[in-house]
């Protein structure tokens, strides 16, 4: 069964930094671009970032660009999200999804999804 | 602000039929496919149709999607009670170079 389980998240103070991990069972993630996807409190789903199959090719939302680092252990089946400058806006549950292609493409889309781990940013 | 624009809500009794849109631009929607996910609070979202109008296996034919233009609408045909969840749009945008959702649509089975 594929599957996706994230870990990392907790309360870390304003201008504080945490890094994510999501590890997958059922695939290998070497042959697939990743992405994670973040939901705040009672808001929808926002797009956070992007990385192909390779890792050689990043993809950010404007809102973390510099302050967030996506990158990948194929060896250890596992993506990361390293997240720097961390915000009160940052609080929110992160989901990492498979895309479909190997490389992060416009015609990809999402499908497993993780649970989430949550990230809580408050002093 | 979502890029992709959705009601935030949609109601429906069961074995009715809903509708949910979603309106984007030309850089998005307009060039590129729609995908729909469903979401219930707590969980992980579950891709519902990709590529416009393809339902994944295990998806229920109830489920359908369409696009036209700068616009695309997700149908729901005979309602049930554990369709009650979050609806999701999703595209890929040429201008930002990212993916970009709607802002959800909170359907309720009455």
């Known amino acids: 069964e594929v599957q996706l389980l994230e870990s990392g998240g907790g309360l870390v103070q304003p201008g504080g930094s945490l890094r994510l991990s999501c590890e997958a069972s059922?695939?290998?993630?070497?042959?697939?671009?990743m992405s994670w996807v973040r939901q705040a409190p009672g808001k929808g789903l926002e797009w956070v970032s992007g990385?192909?199959?390779?890792?050689?090719?990043?993809y950010y939302a404007d809102s973390v660009k510099g302050r967030f680092t996506i990158s990948r252990d194929n060896s250890k089946n596992t993506l990361y999200l390293q997240m720097n400058s961390l915000r009160a806006e940052d609080t929110a549950v992160y989901y990492c999804?498979?895309?479909?292609?190997?490389?992060?493409?416009?015609?990809?889309?999402?499908?497993?999804w993780g649970q989430g781990t949550l990230v809580t940013v408050s002093s | 602000q979502s890029v992709l624009t959705q009601p935030p809500s949609a109601s429906g009794t069961p074995g009715q039929r809903v509708t949910i849109s979603c309106s984007g631009s030309?850089?998005?929607?307009?060039?590129?496919?729609v995908h729909w996910y469903q979401h219930l609070p707590g969980t992980a979202p579950k891709l519902l149709i990709y590529?416009?109008?393809q339902r994944p296996s295990g998806v229920p034919d109830r489920f359908s999607g369409s696009k036209s233009g700068t616009s695309a609408s997700l149908a729901i045909s005979g309602l049930r009670s554990e369709d009650e969840a979050d609806y999701y749009c999703?595209?890929?945008?040429?201008?930002?170079?990212?993916?970009?959702f709607g802002g959800g649509t909170k359907l309720t089975v009455l």
């Open positions: 999804a498979k895309e479909y292609y190997y490389d992060t493409s416009a015609s990809s889309w999402f499908d497993p």
């Open positions: 059922g695939f290998s993630i070497s042959s697939y671009a």
């Open positions: 030309s850089s998005n929607i307009g060039s590129n496919y």
């Open positions: 590529r416009n109008n």
């Open positions: 990385i192909g199959g390779s890792g050689s090719s990043t």
């Open positions: 999703a595209a890929w945008d040429d201008s930002l170079s990212g993916r970009v």
